[in-house]
């Protein structure tokens, strides 16, 4: 009786063993997938950064191209207003030369 008893209580201990190694493996085999879930989640969210930085530099060149170019307009409009009044200039010198001219024909007449 005591044999059968001790054979019964190593089987229980032998399927409670058995059911441990079972849960074992499932929950290793969980945490591998858990795992490899996390670490595709850090490398999408590491390149979900990369892209961000990515698209923060393209913005801020392009920030900078547009301040170049507002400069590089002004300097432009600066050097045509420069350009207007040495024109300006010129047609002053031309009116003056012309006077003078038609004040010398009107001398050479009389």
Sequence with gaps: MKQLILKYINEI???IILIGIVVGII????????????????QE?????IIKDQLIGAYKTKNKIQILL????????????TIIINLEIIVKDQKRMLELREQQIKLLRE
């Design 13 to 15: 201990i032998a399927i």
């Design 27 to 42: 929950l290793i085999y969980n945490n591998n997938i858990t795992k490899e879930n996390k670490s595709e989640s850090c």
């Design 45 to 49: 969210l590491r390149e979900d950064s």
């Design 70 to 81: 507002i400069n590089n307009n002004e300097e432009i409009i600066s050097n045509q207003k």
